[in-house]
């Protein structure tokens, strides 16, 4: 095999894990144990339930329900692994994943997906899947099927959940509905704008739940009141978690996860890992026996004030201004200027990734030289910034500057992310690993350079995808997926690192 031909085979290789989500994480098994006398009891709050020998559910005197240790954890550990109650993919992924199970098919070993033949949207990794889901698709896929256009995932997902509410009232199962009643809502403190937004929803969710009959809300056959449905939504909103697989393929009910609250100091990150259907709770700080487990509801590295923002608007509740030590920094470029540029080029340079790089480049002197290392306004504007290039240099007609400004500025971003996140972070790992990619990425430029050089580069990219695979298992938990994918990495490029060198002494 020539060495155009290894570049060319590890070109292909990264542009395949552009598309995949890999990653794993280990399963817990939840406990239905009840507290006895030798758990650890904070004791200020009220044990509830057991979950399993981490933790446990205690109910606090400020914040309600939440989720504490039952002894010393070491960071890295999943305290929690739960298969999500629901999920509703979102309809440009319904062809590439299981709607039971969220497994894409004809990846990385899966097979490929079957269709249903009667609604011809949905599709199952198995048979066995499909006859799961059955029970809540047969419905299911008789809207879809009258249903002019596919309604969005968090439409969807409303109303499967009523359907298996009914499938399970039928074999007399009252917990599972107690789990989705237990649920939070902010439903009373909401405005009447917001209530008015909402209300606009659950029309779409009644006309699609009735296939066009809106007036069955109200009549016997269907248990579905308007009240019930807009304070359903409701809870949606608020707990809902993305359905995560490589991108956001769509939403997921988890209500055992739902129970961790938000801390603007988390110790821990709740995602879905697998590529499936499973949410794993995993810790990336060391946690003592009877302290809370926390985690944060919104991207730990924007500016206060969108935290701020975002919190509010989903959530209902107020962090307050920004702390003096906050690293939030300053400089003389208008941050809301700044930000409201930077926010703007995120929400299309999927699309036109060229143009939204040529609205944020004049900013790049300012930022670099008026804010902080440390200041996250400099965090957002890199990321995104990160983000678009990614975009860039996968291009079929990229510019010939785009692979070494990609790897330049995930640098960047790598280096002021360790400013601001702890050793093992998600963000961080993911990071790392997204740049050893873009610095393996093969544009043409190996041809003209000698084959030590070459040697060279690889020999750096091992290292950075070594530094991700140890930060990955603190952020994923150890032996996951994604660690297995940066060994399965790390040992191919180390192969074609030797046949070079190999090569090399045989000239």
Not at 99 to 121: E, V
Not at 244 to 273: E, K, Y
Not at 424 to 448: C, Y
């Amino acid at each position: 095999m020539s060495f155009s031909d290894l570049a060319a085979k590890r070109s292909a290789r990264l542009k395949q894990q552009q598309r995949d989500k890999i990653d794993d994480v280990t399963d817990d098994i939840a406990s239905d144990k009840k507290p006895t006398d030798d758990n650890p009891i904070n004791p200020i709050n009220r044990p509830i339930s057991i979950l399993n020998d981490d933790i446990q559910v205690e109910q606090t005197s400020t914040k309600g329900r939440g989720v504490f240790a039952r002894r010393d954890i070491k960071r890295g550990t999943t305290v929690l692994s739960t298969k999500a109650t629901m999920i509703a993919l979102e309809h440009s992924y319904l062809d590439k994943h299981c709607s039971y199970t969220a497994i894409p098919g004809g990846t990385h070993g899966k097979p490929p997906l079957a269709r249903c033949s009667l609604c011809k949207k949905t599709h199952y990794i198995s048979k066995h899947a499909q006859r799961l889901d059955w029970p809540v698709h047969k419905r299911e896929c008789e809207c879809l099927r009258a249903a002019k256009t596919t309604p969005e995932d968090s439409i969807r997902l409303m109303a499967r959940l009523v359907w298996m509410r009914d499938c399970k009232r039928a074999d007399g199962d009252t917990d599972w509905e107690k789990q989705l009643d237990g649920l939070h809502e902010t439903y009373d403190l909401l405005s009447e704008e917001d209530k008015v937004g909402l209300g606009e929803r659950v029309r779409q969710f009644a006309l699609y739940f009735t296939k066009g009959e809106v007036s069955r809300l109200q009549n016997s056959d269907v248990d579905v009141s308007i009240p019930y449905a807009m304070r359903l939504l409701n809870k949606i909103q608020t707990n809902a978690f993305a359905l995560q697989n490589s991108d956001a393929v769509g939403v997921a009910i988890a209500p055992l996860a739902a129970l961790v609250n938000h801390d603007m100091h988390p110790n821990c990150t709740s995602q879905f890992t697998r590529a499936d259907d499973t949410l794993s709770v995993v810790l990336f700080k060391d946690v003592k026996k009877g302290q809370e487990i926390t985690t944060s509801y919104v991207d730990q590295t924007l500016p206060w004030d969108m935290q701020r923002d975002a919190l509010w608007k989903q959530y209902r509740f107020d962090i307050g201004e920004c702390p003096k030590d906050n690293n939030e920094g300053s400089g003389n470029v208008d941050k809301d200027t700044l930000l409201n540029t930077v926010n703007a080029a995120e929400k299309f340079y999927f699309d036109d990734p060229l143009r939204a790089f040529q609205r944020l480049q004049p900013y790049y002197d300012t930022v670099e030289s008026a804010y902080a290392p440390a200041s996250r306004v400099r965090v957002r504007y890199l990321r995104v910034c990160f983000a678009i290039m990614i975009t860039i240099a996968q291009l079929d007609n990229m510019p010939t500057w785009a692979p070494r400004l990609t790897v330049e500025l995930g640098r960047k971003t790598v280096g002021a992310l360790k400013l601001i996140l702890p050793y093992g972070h998600p963000i961080r790992a993911l990071t790392l690993a997204e740049v050893a990619k873009q610095m393996l990425a093969d544009s043409g430029e190996e041809r003209n350079m000698m084959e030590l050089a070459v040697v060279d580069k690889l020999e750096k990219c091992v290292l950075a995808l070594d530094e991700s695979r140890m930060e990955t298992q603190i952020g994923y938990g150890k032996d996951s997926a994604l660690e297995g994918y940066l060994v399965e990495e790390i040992e191919e490029i180390r192969k074609e690192i030797q046949m070079r060198r190999l090569a090399t002494v045989a000239v």
